[in-house]
């Protein structure tokens, strides 16, 4: 993962740069912002692989900024913060945030949350660019195509906008169909298992994903809950 770019966005200057200089220790190409404007402004000149966002920055905060991001990019996104509120946890991840620590954080454990989500980002994206055969890069289901190597997902023809962390978990249940996994099991498989398993996480996740590819969220046709154990996959696999 060579040429890696990350931007860190925080108002703390300790936690710039202490941030800054582990991640140069991993060979990436770091840049700092003091405010969400800064983040902006540098997003808008450069091309990031990860961003990294304190929730409580001057001028235009983490959550706005993540929001406008969203927008523009499905590169994985995480969020900092000094609460440590449940609603904070859903509110930064329901506007796109892939995960989210609270300060103070084990710089360790920050990092290799960070490589997990730069390793199934971008190896995800090389491994669809690397398939010369085009249908092998499409998941097809009656209503639903999933293309890996244009990092999109269609529903009835419609292009979904998907977070990367959206992408990847409607990747692992296509994979999977009619499968049943515990919130614990889509966790290890999805974030990886480098750091805590956290269900809140997965439960959230889901309900944007249904929000976004569902018909009627409340009455899943993708993602079923299996009451009781967890969720699965139920698409109808197209032959065509």
Request: aromatic share 8%; with cysteine; glycine share 6%.
């Amino acid at each position: 993962m060579g040429n890696i770019r990350v931007l860190v966005a925080d108002d703390e200057k300790e936690i710039r740069d202490l941030v800054k200089k582990y991640l140069e220790r991993e060979l990436y190409q770091v840049d700092t912002a003091v405010d969400g404007e800064e983040a902006l402004r540098l997003f808008e000149s450069h091309k990031y692989d990860l961003i990294l966002l304190d929730l409580m920055m001057p001028k235009i905060d983490g959550i706005e900024v993540c929001r406008r991001l969203r927008n523009l990019t499905n590169i994985p996104i995480l969020m900092l913060t000094a609460k440590d509120q449940e609603i904070d946890k859903i509110l930064g991840l329901g506007i796109g945030a892939d995960d989210y620590m609270t300060k103070p954080f084990s710089i360790n454990e920050l990092v290799a949350r960070i490589k997990a989500h730069l390793r199934r980002f971008l190896v995800l994206g090389s491994e669809a660019d690397g398939g010369a055969d085009s249908e092998a890069s499409l998941i097809r289901y009656k209503g639903l195509a999933i293309d890996l190597k244009q990092y999109t997902a269609t529903i009835e023809g419609d292009v979904i906008a998907l977070t990367a962390k959206e992408f990847e978990l409607l990747k692992f249940f296509a994979f999977h169909p009619d499968q049943v996994f515990t919130k614990s099991q889509i966790f290890r498989q999805v974030w990886g298992s480098a750091y805590l398993e956290d269900d809140n996480t997965v439960m959230v996740h889901i309900r944007k994903l249904r929000k976004k590819i569902e018909a009627d969220p409340s009455a899943p046709r993708w993602i079923q809950t299996v009451w009781g154990i967890g969720y699965k996959f139920a698409g109808e696999k197209d032959e065509a």
